[in-house]
Nanobody
Framework: QLQASGGGSVEYGGSLRLSCASS????????IAWFRQAPGKEREVVSC???????RISDVVKGRFTTSRDRSKNMVYLEMNNLRTEDTGVYTC??????????????????????WGRGTLVTVSS
């Protein structure tokens, strides 16, 4: 199971780093996605990192968010900079069985994602 942590309250323009840890299996060989859900909005995938370390970042957060993995710690991170109020939401990490392909917006956002827990809340204030 994966567990996201590191959320909190920050001011507009601030930064946070979210962490994704596995409670059991190694993350090696797994594509790991981060998705978020803002109040009253649909879920959206913001990033995905492949086993080889290459990543896909959503256009909505490109240039501000990056994702990385630390194999020695069996962790995946989401580094969020220049945060905006619209970044507020619950962030969850997941195994992406679709290997970070560009998602069809007509299909369910969580298609192919295995995730557990309630995610971590990020609140950005103006």
């Amino acid at each position: 199971q994966l567990q996201a942590s590191g959320g909190g309250s920050v001011e507009y323009g601030g930064s946070l780093r979210l962490s994704c840890a596995s409670s059991g299996d190694t993350l090696e060989g797994r594509a790991i996605a981060w998705f978020r859900q803002a109040p009253g909005k649909e879920r959206e995938v913001v990033s995905c990192i492949k086993p080889n370390g290459s990543s896909r970042i959503s256009d909505v957060v490109k240039g501000r968010f990056t994702t990385s993995r630390d194999r020695s710690k069996n962790m995946v991170y989401l580094e969020m900079n220049n945060l905006r109020t619209e970044d507020t939401g619950v962030y969850t990490c997941a195994i992406d069985h679709l290997e970070c392909i560009e998602r069809d917006p007509t299909l369910s956002t969580t298609l192919g994602l295995d995730y557990w827990g309630r995610g971590t809340l990020v609140t950005v204030s103006s």
